[in-house]
Nanobody, 117 residues
Framework: VQLQASGGGLVQAGGSLRLSCAAS????????MRWYRQAPGKQRELVAS???????NYADSVKGRFTISRDNAKNTWYLQMSSLKPEDTAVYYC????????????WGQGTQVTVSS
């Protein structure tokens, strides 16, 4: 399964962006959809996740500002980011727990989000 992330860019502090991640392939299902981010010099961190049945989890640093959602029919998920802060600047990666004969994790390419102060 291949993941294609899009939607990054440059935005001023307080602004909003929406990231999208689309999965493609054959005969698969996605159990959990996630967004990670990695800032320069820092470890990759989990930002948000949504399960197949709609349960969501967020990092404390983004609670109340970011919303993860999914469109199962399109095998696509989104990260709506609002009230962005300079510390949200990072490369954002989408990730999925895929079931396709076996379970495995698939990663998309990163998309850069830059928040200017």
């Amino acid at each position: 399964v291949q993941l294609q992330a899009s939607g990054g860019g440059l935005v001023q502090a307080g602004g909003s962006l929406r990231l999208s991640c689309a999965a493609s392939g054959s005969d698969f299902s996605i159990n959990v959809m996630r967004w990670y981010r990695q800032a320069p010099g820092k470890q990759r961190e989990l930002v948000a996740s949504v399960t197949n049945w709609g349960n969501t989890n967020y990092a404390d640093s983004v609670k109340g500002r970011f919303t993860i959602s999914r469109d199962n029919a399109k095998n696509t998920w989104y990260l709506q980011m609002s009230s962005l802060k300079p510390e949200d600047t990072a490369v954002y990666y989408c990730n999925a727990e895929v079931s396709q004969l076996s379970k495995y994790d698939s990663w998309g390419q990163g998309t850069q989000v830059t928040v200017s102060s």
